[in-house]
T-cell receptor
Framework: QQQVKQSPQSLIVQKGGISIINCAYENTAFDYFPWYQQFPGKGPALLIAIRPDVSEKKEGRFTISFNKSAKQFSLHIMDSQPGDSATYFCAASSGGSNYKLTFGKGTLLTVNP | NAGVTQTPKFRILKIGQSMTLQCTQDMNHNYMYWYRQDPGMGLKLIYYSVGAGITDKGEVPNGYNVSRSTTEDFPLRLELAAPSQTSVYFC?????????????FGDGTRLSIL
């Protein structure tokens, strides 16, 4: 049973546009929601993360929006650039589970010049 | 700092062979994890460890074994390689402590079983 559902599977946007990736979770014990960025041939790298006590977190062009009641969170990439082309994974974990990460299936983002 | 280092980067095995995927970290992290990544499936947790001498199963442990004799090293063992174990394997580590600590990943081992 997939505990973190991610959509869309793939996304194509034009340079300068907004990229939006959505995730939904089921386990209310989750208390940490990171987004990872992965380039081909590399391991995932932490992009931005949020805790459920805030509704939004912004770091540069990247913003996480969090809706605790709906058990949903999303990543917004403003002014998308070709260098943002990568696979993005949402994830969730809890201290009670020894911080094991449960990942979404990933979104392949392509930003066209 | 090298971070999390995985070796080898690539490997081809024949069915039934065994091998050990190496993972070492130089950040003095207590927590270490092994994931496998299959196309379109995200990352699935195989085994994890909360410290030297302590290991536990993740979501997909069948066909694998681990050991943790030191804080730095967390090798993953495949005893009888099967085609279903063709995947990209990632090791990660995490500092012990507060919730808001990220897992740091290596660059993976790409394994093909033929």
């Amino acid at each position: 049973q997939q505990q973190v559902k991610q959509s869309p599977q793939s996304l194509i946007v034009q340079k300068g546009g907004i990229s939006i990736i959505n995730c939904a979770y089921e386990n209310t014990a989750f208390d940490y929601f990171p987004w990872y960025q992965q380039f081909p041939g590399k391991g995932p790298a932490l992009l931005i993360a949020i805790r459920p006590d805030v509704s939004e977190k912004k770091e540069g062009r990247f913003t996480i929006s969090f809706n605790k009641s709906a058990k949903q969170f999303s990543l917004h990439i403003m002014d998308s650039q070709p260098g943002d082309s990568a696979t993005y994974f949402c994830a969730a974990s809890s201290g009670g589970s020894n911080y094991k990460l449960t990942f979404g299936k990933g979104t392949l983002l392509t930003v066209n010049p | 700092n090298a971070g999390v280092t995985q070796t080898p980067k690539f490997r081809i095995l024949k069915i039934g062979q065994s091998m050990t995927l190496q993972c070492t970290q130089d950040m003095n992290h207590n927590y270490m994890y092994w994931y496998r990544q299959d196309p379109g499936m995200g990352l699935k947790l195989i085994y994890y460890s909360v410290g030297a001498g302590i290991t536990d199963k993740g979501e997909v442990p069948n066909g694998y074994n681990v050991s943790r004799s030191t804080t730095e090293d967390f090798p993953l063992r495949l005893e009888l390689a099967a085609p279903s174990q063709t995947s990209v394997y990632f090791c990660a580590s995490r500092m012990q402590g507060e919730v808001f600590q990220p897992q740091h990943f290596g660059d993976g081992t790409r394994l093909s079983i033929l």
